[in-house]
């Protein structure tokens, strides 16, 4: 299924897009993502915050978060640009690491299938109405439970970011004309120390 153009740079780039009139946008991306990519990136992001931010934990949570984001490209990112070799896979994405006076923001665009978008929004939903204290123990248990069978990874991925965040996770879903596959934006926050 062939989507145009248009449609992609209004799923995928236009959310990221308006960002840049608003706040101070220290690193944004868009194109293909491989663990290498993540890597590099992150380190860009490790060694801006090392020289920003004075606080350990507020740098290493924004990093973990930043790495999460990534590998959930990697994973779940589902459009006709996919590229694989024998090595690695190549997703199509994007990623925003901006700032305000108060906030330090980390904003993920991909496109995702139909079962990846209603996972995601069952996840997150059931995230958004947990206290951090339940976010906690579902997190520990989260560490001593199997992964399920249609996750690619530990599955504590979400759950990591949402306790690591100031505040709830945010998410859209939009669904694009004349495709199944639907834009899938996260958005976490973390307080300045």
């Known amino acids: 299924m062939q989507i145009n153009d248009l449609q992609v740079k209004e799923a995928v780039l236009l959310p990221l897009f308006t960002l840049q009139r608003q706040n101070a946008v220290e690193l944004f991306y868009t194109g293909y993502f491989s663990q290498q990519h993540i890597v590099s990136l992150g380190e860009v992001i490790r060694t801006w915050l090392d020289k920003h931010e004075s606080s350990a934990i507020t740098r ?3 990093f973990s978060a930043f790495i999460e984001m990534g590998q959930n490209i990697v994973r779940y990112s589902s459009d006709d640009r ?3 070799t024998e090595q690695q896979e190549l997703r199509f994405g994007s990623v925003c690491f901006h700032m305000d006076q108060t906030h330090y923001y ?3 665009a991909n496109l995702v299938g139909p079962e990846a978008s ?3 929004q069952t996840n997150l939903d059931v995230l ?3 206290s951090q204290a339940e ?6 248990q989260g560490l001593r439970s ?3 069978v249609t996750s690619k990874g530990a599955n504590i991925g979400l759950l990591t970011m949402a306790r690591d965040t100031s505040l709830p996770l945010e998410y859209r879903i939009h669904p694009l004309a004349a495709s199944s ?3 899938f934006h996260l958005k976490a926050t973390f307080c300045h120390d």
């Open 181 to 183: 596959l639907s834009a």
């Open 128 to 130: 958004r109405g947990m």
């Open 146 to 148: 199997e992964a399920p």
């Open 118 to 120: 209603t996972l995601l």
């Open 106 to 108: 980390l904003e993920t």
């Open 82 to 84: 996919y590229l694989s």
């Open 60 to 62: 290493r949570k924004l």
């Open 135 to 140: 976010i906690r123990d579902a997190w520990k």
